[in-house]
């Protein structure tokens, strides 16, 4: 449903209502950290059923690795812009791609902003390996690989993502519906490419697809976008597939679309009058 309320919205509250744990940075919760709850968790839960973290507004600066041992955990922030996990990791001081300030592999995520403070660099930002991961009205913040979407079946809504050069960029199978992307200003002689599909076998089912979405320049590239090119993906992999449907595209995008061509398609996005498959 809208963010102004609703059968979902409802649903929100009700499990924060009822969350297992809660984490405020000022203290009022059983933990200050989103890590050390992470970490609790595995010794005070049984089964595998659904655990509810609550996420109080405040910034934890902090790098979390939610690993395979921790199943069906949710995270539920005070909302984005409120609840902020924020991170400096950069390949400049050795951190990698696959280990950025979140990695994620059983769990699902409401209300929450992840911030990459790795500025114009290639940075170590979220990491998701999860199996029917879910995230409703999260946003994530960064520049070049922003998201890596390593693998499993992946759904985003009502997400907003910022980048640069490949900042949606791995091998799931993932769908982002009625999100909002948002380009930045890059750095000198770049180009933005907004995907970088990693598939490298026929017969894998996975993909990138982007459905109802909104794709469009940041603030700080706006005022300079002519002195950048934008595409909307190129190949990472020689079977590369992403597919952008029934989705605003305004004039930051380059009229080529697409960096390179393997397996892209446009249908029926706004603004630059595609009308058929190709």
Same mark, same amino acid.
């Given at each position: 449903?809208?963010?102004?309320?609703?059968?979902?919205?409802?649903?929100?509250?009700?499990?924060?209502?009822?969350?297992?744990?809660?984490?405020?940075?000022?203290?009022?919760?059983?933990?200050?950290?989103?890590?050390?709850?992470?970490?609790?968790?595995?010794?005070?839960?049984?089964?595998?059923?659904?655990?509810? *973290?609550?996420?109080?507004? &405040? /910034?934890?600066?902090?790098? +979390?690795?939610?690993?395979?041992? @921790? !199943?069906?955990? *949710?995270?539920?922030?005070? &909302? /984005?812009?409120?609840?902020? +996990?924020?991170?400096?990791?950069? @390949? !400049?001081?050795?951190?990698?791609?696959?280990? &950025?300030?979140?990695?994620?592999?059983?769990?699902?995520?409401?209300?929450?902003?992840?911030?990459?403070?790795?500025?114009?660099?290639?940075?170590?930002?979220?990491?998701?390996?999860?199996?029917?991961?879910?995230?409703?009205?999260?946003?994530?913040?960064?520049?070049?690989?922003?998201?890596?979407?390593?693998?499993?079946?992946?759904?985003?809504?009502?997400?907003?993502?910022?980048?640069?050069?490949?900042?949606?960029?791995?091998?799931?199978?993932?769908?982002?519906?009625?999100?909002?992307?948002?380009?930045?200003?890059?750095?000198?002689?770049?180009?933005?490419?907004?995907?970088?599909?990693?598939?490298?076998?026929?017969?894998?089912?996975?993909?990138?697809?982007?459905?109802?979405?909104?794709?469009?320049?940041?603030?700080?590239?706006?005022?300079?976008?002519?002195?950048?090119?934008?595409?909307?993906?190129?190949?990472?992999?020689?079977?590369?597939?992403?597919?952008?449907?029934?989705?605003?595209?305004?004039?930051?995008?380059?009229?080529?679309?697409?960096?390179?061509?393997?397996?892209?398609?446009?249908?029926?996005?706004?603004?630059?009058?595609?009308?058929?498959?190709?």
């Amino acid at each position: 449903m809208d963010q102004t309320g609703g059968p979902q919205t409802s649903l929100v509250l009700n499990l924060v209502d009822k969350a297992n744990l809660v984490v405020a940075k000022e203290g009022s919760g059983d933990y200050t950290t989103i890590s050390a709850a992470v970490a609790a968790s595995a010794k005070l839960r049984s089964g595998t059923s659904r655990y509810v *973290m609550h996420v109080k507004a &405040g /910034i934890y600066n902090e790098n +979390v690795q939610i690993t395979e041992s @921790t !199943k069906n955990l *949710m995270l539920i922030g005070d &909302g /984005i812009g409120a609840t902020i +996990v924020t991170s400096s990791r950069n @390949t !400049k001081d050795g951190s990698t791609t696959f280990r &950025g300030c979140w990695r994620w592999l059983h769990w699902s995520g409401h209300d929450v902003s992840e911030h990459g403070r790795a500025t114009e660099e290639s940075g170590g930002c979220p990491s998701v390996g999860s199996d029917l991961s879910v995230f409703y009205r999260c946003s994530f913040e960064g520049y070049q690989d922003t998201l890596y979407v390593h693998s499993q079946r992946q759904f985003y809504r009502n997400y907003d993502i910022y980048g640069t050069v490949d900042f949606i960029f791995g091998d799931a199978a993932i769908v982002f519906q009625s999100c909002n992307i948002f380009v930045r200003k890059p750095l000198a002689n770049q180009k933005n490419t907004v995907t970088a599909q990693g598939r490298s076998d026929p017969n894998e089912n996975t993909g990138i697809s982007i459905y109802g979405s909104v794709i469009t320049a940041a603030s700080d590239l706006k005022p300079v976008q002519g002195a950048f090119k934008t595409y909307l993906g190129r190949p990472w992999r020689k079977y590369s597939r992403t597919v952008v449907m029934k989705t605003s595209l305004d004039s930051v995008i380059n009229p080529a679309e697409w960096l390179t061509s393997l397996i892209w398609h446009v249908y029926c996005a706004n603004d630059l009058g595609a009308e058929t498959l190709r």
